[in-house]
């Protein structure tokens, strides 16, 4: 089983609904992520959370909710999706040491239509 | 402000033959620098870091990253390029007193048989 777990792998949904994103890991690693992936842009971080009752906003939160249901999993919501959301999301963990190596789920593509 | 550039787009290497891609950063205080490479379809994965000592990193795969403080440079490089070795690669820097990742727009691969 992969150590990074996202669901769904691919989703396409209207614009205007919700839609929420999960991420499990087997790390045990109290740090995790979610990264947006877009062509040209690399990676933009859009929510962190280093512990269950600690979450943080990234560079570009607007239009995204989190959740931390428990240190191995973390949710992401599109509260009321837009087109420009349309993208490749990426859960990641890592250690609490901060070292920086990441573990990366496959990620989830969706198409806001 | 921190930042990471990845001058290359594209980088286009015939089967054996070395290959470098090119990352160069600017950071505060000392950098922890960092390679990811992306398969289609895959999370990025992990390669190599520098956080002290040694300016020639080995990592993954046959694959070595060479810093270089005085350019501000992490060029990552092979001494013989594989078909396999075509995929999509970031560099992120790390200030050592923050806790997130600054990803540069990735460079793309190609090697040619």
């Known amino acids: 089983d992969a150590d990074v777990t996202q669901t769904p792998r691919n989703r396409i949904t209207k614009t205007g609904k919700r839609i929420m994103l999960e991420c499990s890991q087997t790390?045990?690693?109290?740090?995790m992520y979610w990264y947006r992936q877009d062509p040209g842009l690399g990676l933009r971080l859009i929510y962190y959370s280093f512990d269950v009752k600690d979450i943080n906003k990234g560079e570009i939160s607007d239009g995204y909710s989190v959740s931390r249901q428990a240190q191995a999993k973390f949710s992401l919501s599109l509260e009321s999706a837009i087109p420009n959301q349309t993208a490749l999301y990426f859960c990641a963990t890592s250690e609490s040491t901060g070292a920086g190596r990441y573990t990366f789920g496959s990620g989830t593509r969706l198409t806001v239509v | 402000a921190q930042s990471v550039a990845q001058p290359e787009d594209q980088v286009n290497v015939a089967e054996g033959n070395p290959l470098t891609v090119k990352c160069t950063y600017s950071v505060s205080g000392n950098p922890y620098l960092f390679w990811y490479v992306q398969y289609p379809n895959r999370g990025l994965q992990f390669l190599l870091k520098y956080i002290t000592g040694d300016n020639l990193v080995k990592g993954s795969y046959g694959f070595e990253a060479e810093f270089n403080k005085s350019q501000t440079s992490f060029h990552l490089k092979k001494p013989s390029a594989l078909v396999s070795d075509s995929a999509l690669y970031f560099c992120a820097v790390r200030d050592g007193s923050n806790y997130q990742l600054i990803w540069g727009a990735g460079t793309k691969l190609i090697i040619k048989p």
């Open positions: 790390k045990g690693h109290d740090r």
